[in-house]
């Protein structure tokens, strides 16, 4: 059995699946099969699996795909050279190996959520690797075959640590900025306060000055009163 070129009548060639088989009283029997559109689907499906394969190496976040039982069957390479410790040799490995029971555990609980909702899920967590904490973000969705079962598990995720650290330091930023302009206020205030007091004082008693001495003060003692 093999797959021939074969020639129409027009002269054009095709695909033809042929199998020869032996019969019993001697001679042979052909069978041939017109693969045309077989041909034609299969050069689609390799396109487009190229296509996505182009696509995923080249995204600059980790791109991993499992079957249904737990395989890697593709790891881009942002994924590779981030994590060469986890995904060196991880294709046609199972999750549980590459990735530690613990961490396992919890990675599956994200794929079932993935499959009972049949749509993407959020994916966020906190790992410890090399004994340094690590924030990763990204989201985990399934594909399901033509019959409606689980064909993948795909997921894109990348380590935001240093992001989630910048988010921290400005958060701290703004809330020590918010301090002193509240401190700054309560200054302004107390000052505005210890001034306003004495000034106070001050114009009253020379109301009272003025009032009480009337016109018994010289020219030069008035020009100090007013």
Not at 99 to 118: H, N, R
Request: charged share 25%.
């Amino acid at each position: 059995r093999g797959v021939f070129l074969g020639r129409r009548r027009d002269g054009s060639r095709f695909p033809q699946d042929v199998t020869l088989s032996v019969l019993s009283g001697g001679g042979f029997a052909c069978n041939s099969r017109d693969i045309t559109a077989d041909k034609v689907m299969a050069d689609k499906i390799a396109h487009s699996e190229n296509y996505f394969r182009g696509f995923a190496e080249h995204m600059p976040a980790a791109v991993t795909m499992r079957n249904a039982e737990g395989y890697y069957l593709f790891i881009n390479r942002f994924a590779l050279q981030k994590y060469p410790e986890v995904y060196t040799d991880a294709i046609g490995r199972h999750a549980a190996d590459v990735l530690g029971k613990e961490m396992w555990a919890e990675v599956s609980a994200f794929d079932q959520a993935a499959i009972q909702s049949g749509a993407a899920v959020d994916y966020r967590r906190e790992v410890i690797l090399e004994g340094v904490t690590h924030y990763l973000e990204g989201i985990i969705f399934p594909q399901f075959d033509a019959a409606g079962g689980l064909d993948l598990i795909c997921a894109v995720w990348d380590d935001v640590t240093a992001r989630k650290q910048q988010q921290q330091e400005t958060e701290k930023a703004v809330t020590l900025q918010l301090q002193l302009i509240g401190m700054q206020r309560d200054f302004v205030a107390m000052v505005s306060h210890e001034f306003r007091t004495p000034l106070t004082a001050l114009q009253g008693s020379h109301y009272l000055l003025k009032r009480t001495l009337g016109n018994q003060v010289n020219p030069k003692q008035s020009r100090y009163l007013d």
